[in-house]
């Protein structure tokens, strides 16, 4: 432990050949954007992609890495389209929709023989238990996923916000966030075909050029607890297993 927290281990993990493998980050917070679940469709779930991250997901786990999930719910709604909804009423009704897809995820696991755990900070008695760090770190370490529901439980944070909590909460070596774009660019790069992508990035500089990695609280929540970030292109799931044996793919934000 260095300032209370854990120091990132490295691990080695043998191929079918025996030969030994170098992997970076054995406890992982892997964000998903609620859009990447609805597949073509654009809204809802679309089981088959649920499927194809909980297989990714099983292989972390079978490869040694302790994996907690923050899910947001954008695929069921988006509270900035809301309209003249109160904004309280809103986030909650997105903190339900984070709810959903994480009944889902946690399904999809359990069906492939992962052992996984769902908490949850809305109180749901009955879908999972309530949001505790000691007790989602114990089961990190007896080798359950765990799948944190309900954003922060508040209104007015987004499930980037939760992502950086629960990582603090949990010790995570890092944030994975999956994206629809390969990395952090100076501008948008659906607009601009100048946009330039960075390899590696602080907190600092992402809160001063605006840059919309995060929302800014998060942003600042990670630099404050010395949190790791890689955003990276989620339409290979497969890098999700690359990003985490620590290839260089996407932006390292720290």
Not at 35 to 51: F, N, P, Q, T, Y
Not at 144 to 166: E, K, Q
Request: charged share 25%; proline share 2%.
């Amino acid at each position: 432990m260095i300032g209370g927290r854990r120091l990132c281990a490295t691990l080695s993990v043998s191929d079918a050949s025996g030969v030994q493998k170098r992997m970076e980050y054995r406890r992982l917070l892997l964000k998903i954007s609620g859009e990447s679940l609805a597949g073509d469709s654009k809204r809802g779930i679309d089981s088959s992609v649920v499927d194809e991250y909980a297989s990714i997901i099983a292989r972390l786990a079978d490869r040694g890495h302790e994996v907690g999930i923050v899910i947001g719910g954008g695929n069921f709604w988006r509270g900035r389209t809301s309209g003249e909804m109160d904004r309280v009423a809103a986030d909650r009704i997105g903190m339900l929709a984070t709810v959903m897809n994480s009944i889902a995820m946690t399904e999809a696991l359990t069906r492939l023989g992962c052992k996984a755990h769902l908490m949850t900070a809305v109180p749901m008695p009955t879908v999972g238990d309530p949001i505790d760090g000691i007790k989602a770190k114990r089961y990190l370490r007896e080798g359950s996923v765990v799948v944190f529901a309900g954003g922060t439980g508040n209104p007015f944070f987004s499930t980037d916000s939760a992502a950086a909590l629960r990582a603090a909460e949990i010790d995570a070596d890092i944030i994975l966030k999956a994206t629809l774009v390969d990395g952090v660019y100076d501008k948008d790069p659906n607009i601009h075909d100048d946009a330039v992508m960075f390899k590696e990035l602080s907190f600092d500089e992402v809160l001063e050029r605006r840059l919309g990695v995060m929302d800014a609280t998060a942003a600042a929540l990670c630099r404050d607890y010395r949190q790791k970030v890689v955003v990276f292109n989620s339409a290979d799931l497969e890098n999700i297993i690359s990003v985490a044996a620590g290839e260089p793919i996407g932006t390292l934000v720290r």
